[in-house]
Every structure is written in structure tokens, then in C-alpha cells.
T-cell receptor, first 113, second 109 residues
Framework: TAGITQAPTSQILAAGRSMTLRCTQD?????MYWYRQDLGLGLRLIHY???????GKGEVPDGYSVSRANTDDFPLTLASAVPSQTSVYFC????????????FGPGTRLTVL | GQNIDQPTEMTATEGAIVQINCTYQ??????LFWYQQHAGEAPTFLSY??LDGLEEKGRFSSFLSRSKGYSYLLLKELQMKDSASYLC??????????WGAGTKLIIKP
């Protein structure tokens, strides 16, 4: 079972360019999440989705957008990248957005220059 | 504001026992999670506590005191593969996970 996959594994992006980080899960989980992880800080929630067709803002949503057209896919788009968006991005999913454990993808390391 | 505190780094010896503490101040409480994260990898689930007391799972145990806003993760019979970061996270009243910065555990032979 693949679980959660993310693409690309890593990317160097010029400031001002747009980019979509892809996330796909095969566990039929209802809830999905995007986090960023920066050195010395805890994981910070960017956006989440309770179920297909719905999305919500997390702690640090500015500069990012998401969509949830189906259960499996939850892409994260940076419309116009800035250097402060340099980070490791993790996609996660859980059966529901309550007390269920979250399963994480392998992460995307993004550098914005 | 919401806050999760845990030590930045700890060192322990192979075969020994180590306790990693976590204190929290959050708007509401719906449970506390511990995750393990090896360098360059994704976090993986270790434990979940919602009631006070100790939950034991093999070499790992997790304790919760809701009145004190306190939890710890206890690792016994340490192995070199336990070298990793350990993340404490609290599920708040909006069912959003608030994460600590993690404790990097270094195991020495």
C-alpha cells in the first residue's frame, strides 16, 4: 500500500513563479492536511480539508491555496512564491478530523530563491 | 495564545531509559499525540492520550495529566534506532493539532 505520495521530492523555484505541490492518498481518508516544517518551529497547518469538496484555512494560509476535487488528491498551490516560503512541506491524511492519527507523506523540500 | 513546550535536545545512553516532557497551554483539549520523526523523514504516530494516566506500548509509554497541562514520553531499553526527534501535539477545541517544535534525542553507545 502506497499510503500518501507527494511530488516533487524537492524543487528550487525562482521568486515570483507559481508551483503546485501534489499529494495523493490511497487510504480513502476523509480528512487531508498541508503542513510546513521549519527549523526550530513546530509543524504549522497551512490548509485542511474535512472531506472532498470542502477546504479550510489553517494557521498560516497566506500565499497558498488548495482544492479537494476528490477524496484522493489534495494539491497545494503557491501562486507567486516568495523566499519565506522556503520550507519542507508535508501532506497528511486521517480518517476524520477528530482524534484519529494522521499519516504523513514523505515531504517536499522547496527552496525559493 | 497556544503554546507547546518541550526540550530542544536530549542525550541518553543505549540501553538506558529517557523521559521527554511536554507542557501545553491550548484553547481546549481533545487529546495529546506523540510522533517520532527521523531526520529527513516524515513524522510517524507513536501514541494518543485523552484521559489522565499512563499508556504503555512496548518499550514506549506516554503519560498525561490534564490538570497540569503536562505529558511525557518514556522510552525504555534505548536502541540506536531511537535517535530521532519526538514531537508533542495537542488537539485543541477546534480539532486542530498544535505542534511543539520537537525534542531531538541523541543516543550514544
Amino acid at each position: 500500500t502506497a499510503g500518501i505520495t507527494q511530488a516533487p521530492t524537492s524543487q528550487i523555484l525562482a521568486a515570483g513563479r507559481s508551483m503546485t505541490l501534489r499529494c495523493t492518498q490511497d487510504m480513502r481518508h476523509n480528512a487531508m492536511y498541508w503542513y510546513r516544517q521549519d527549523l526550530g518551529l513546530g509543524l504549522r497547518l497551512i490548509h485542511y480539508s474535512n472531506t472532498a469538496g470542502t477546504t479550510g484555512k489553517g494557521e498560516v494560509p497566506d500565499g497558498y491555496s488548495v482544492s479537494r476535487a476528490n477524496t484522493d488528491d489534495f494539491p497545494l498551490t503557491l501562486a507567486s512564491a516568495v523566499p519565506s516560503q522556503t520550507s519542507v512541506y508535508f501532506c497528511a491524511s486521517s480518517d476524520s478530523r477528530t482524534a484519529d492519527e494522521q499519516f504523513f507523506g514523505p515531504g517536499t523540500r522547496l527552496t525559493v530563491l | 495564545g497556544q503554546n507547546i513546550d518541550q526540550p530542544t535536545e536530549m542525550t541518553a545512553t543505549e540501553g538506558a531509559i529517557v523521559q521527554i516532557n511536554c507542557t501545553y497551554q491550548t484553547s481546549g483539549f481533545n487529546g495529546l499525540f506523540w510522533y517520532q520523526q527521523h531526520a529527513g523523514e516524515a513524522p510517524t504516530f507513536l501514541s494518543y492520550n485523552v484521559l489522565d494516566g499512563l499508556e504503555e506500548k512496548g518499550r514506549f509509554s506516554s503519560f498525561l495529566s490534564r490538570s497540569k497541562g503536562y505529558s511525557y514520553l518514556l522510552l525504555k531499553e534505548l536502541q540506536m534506532k531511537d535517535s530521532a526527534s519526538y514531537l508533542c501535539a495537542v488537539l485543541d477545541s477546534n480539532y486542530q493539532l498544535i505542534w511543539g517544535a520537537g525534542t531531538k534525542l541523541i543516543i550514544k553507545p
